[in-house]
């Protein structure tokens, strides 16, 4: 990430020439995040509600846009969550033509940042085909979720990019330890998503199989806590910090304890409450996204204003 686009916006990018489409992609953007962050929790509700493969074919849905004489639940999940994938697809096409149209006026990274995003959910959109086309392998079901949710955190990064924020200079530090977090949380939802796909908590409980992947799992807890906990602690404990990052430490706080409880709870009940196990993976996704939007908050605010 380069200084150009970290430095905080000068007087002249305040002209309304130049924030109209920033605002205008920006807003894009969220909404992109908000649907992507909503089709993670309904892929979620479709591998745990075992309709990966209610749908036998792929793009169609029993070779129709929509099958209705078909339809059921688990067809519809598995139905909307093709849906909804579709839509986010249009609109990642549409973010990078308005970046191209708009690229005089807007920073020189969004076009690049875009392009990225529309690779990565083409690149989604085929993990998806594999998906069922494979009958739900499991390599190929945890790239799936991993993508996605790298997927997610390159809007939520562009997001708050785009914010019109000022930097303080004040806690210099923090975006590090927010951004190990960060990584570890990543990488603990793969190993969440891996011990999901292949079915772990339950081969190990019944028959003492895959023990290794749902240990490596609960294991894989205290490192990301710890970070997590760490970032927290020291946002309290600065000085001076802004409202806005000591906001979301605290509701990073608040997304940690949940999702710990939320992990207790799947466990002790063997996945046997679909509600909670969707819960769980749907709160895993938010805690790492705050965590990257801090990440990208707390290097613009190291940044001090310009004179």
Same mark, same amino acid.
């Not at 745990?48 to 493969?53: T, W």
């Not at 570890?184 to 292949?198: E, T």
């Given at each position: 990430?380069?200084?150009?686009?970290?430095?905080?916006?000068?007087?002249?990018?305040?002209?309304?020439?130049?924030?109209?489409?920033?605002?205008?992609?920006?807003?894009?953007?969220?909404?992109?995040?908000?649907?992507?962050?909503?089709?993670?929790?309904?892929?979620?509700?479709?591998?745990?509600?075992?309709?990966?493969?209610?749908?036998?074919?792929?793009?169609?849905?029993?070779?129709?846009?929509?099958?209705?004489?078909?339809?059921?639940?688990?067809?519809?999940?598995?139905?909307?969550?093709?849906?909804?994938?579709?839509?986010?697809?249009?609109?990642?096409?549409?973010?990078?033509?308005?970046?191209?149209?708009?690229?005089?006026?807007?920073?020189?990274?969004? @076009? &690049?940042?875009?392009?990225? !995003?529309?690779? $990565? /959910?083409?690149? %989604?959109? *085929? +993990? =998806?085909? #594999?998906?069922?086309?494979?009958?739900?392998?499991?390599?190929?079901?945890?790239?799936?979720?991993?993508?996605?949710?790298?997927?997610?955190?390159?809007?939520?990064?562009?997001?708050?990019?785009?914010?019109?924020?000022?930097?303080?200079?004040?806690?210099?530090?923090? @975006? &590090?330890?927010?951004?190990? !977090?960060?990584? $570890? /949380?990543?990488? %603990?939802? *793969? +190993? =969440?998503? #891996?011990?999901?796909?292949?079915?772990?908590?339950?081969?190990?409980?019944?028959?003492?199989?895959?023990?290794?992947?749902?240990?490596?799992?609960?294991?894989?807890?205290?490192?990301?806590?710890?970070?997590?906990?760490?970032?927290?602690?020291?946002?309290?404990?600065? @000085?001076?910090?802004?409202?806005?990052?000591?906001? $979301?430490?605290?509701?990073?706080?608040? +997304?940690?304890? #949940?999702?710990?409880?939320?992990?207790?709870?799947?466990?002790?009940?063997?996945?046997?409450?679909?509600?909670?196990?969707?819960?769980?993976?749907?709160?895993?996704?938010?805690?790492?996204?705050?965590?990257?939007?801090?990440?990208?908050?707390?290097?613009?605010?190291?940044?001090?204003?310009?004179?």
């Amino acid at each position: 990430m380069t200084e150009s686009v970290l430095k905080p916006q000068t007087s002249l990018t305040t002209s309304p020439e130049v924030t109209q489409p920033r605002d205008k992609i920006r807003r894009l953007v969220w909404k992109m995040a908000i649907a992507t962050f909503l089709l993670m929790a309904v892929g979620s509700a479709t591998r745990v509600m075992n309709a990966g493969l209610a749908c036998p074919d792929w793009p169609l849905c029993y070779g129709q846009w929509i099958p209705s004489q078909q339809m059921n639940l688990q067809v519809f999940l598995e139905w909307f969550h093709r849906l909804d994938a579709a839509l986010i697809g249009f609109s990642a096409i549409a973010l990078l033509g308005l970046s191209l149209w708009w690229r005089q006026r807007l920073p020189r990274w969004v @076009p &690049w940042a875009s392009t990225f !995003a529309l690779a $990565l /959910i083409l690149f %989604q959109g *085929l +993990l =998806g085909g #594999l998906t069922v086309t494979q009958l739900l392998r499991f390599d190929i079901v945890t790239a799936h979720l991993g993508t996605a949710l790298l997927f997610f955190s390159t809007l939520l990064v562009m997001g708050c990019l785009l914010l019109p924020q000022q930097g303080t200079g004040v806690g210099k530090k923090l @975006p &590090w330890v927010s951004g190990i !977090a960060a990584l $570890l /949380i990543y990488l %603990q939802s *793969l +190993l =969440g998503g #891996l011990v999901g796909s292949r079915w772990a908590l339950h081969q190990c409980l019944a028959g003492s199989q895959l023990c290794a992947v749902m240990y490596s799992h609960l294991v894989g807890v205290i490192p990301a806590t710890l970070a997590t906990l760490t970032l927290v602690i020291l946002a309290w404990r600065t @000085p001076a910090l802004p409202r806005g990052l000591r906001v $979301l430490a605290q509701i990073t706080a608040a +997304l940690l304890l #949940l999702q710990i409880l939320l992990g207790v709870g799947t466990y002790y009940l063997h996945l046997q409450v679909e509600p909670l196990t969707i819960s769980h993976q749907a709160i895993g996704a938010a805690l790492l996204g705050s965590l990257v939007c801090f990440t990208v908050l707390g290097i613009r605010n190291g940044q001090l204003p310009q004179p």
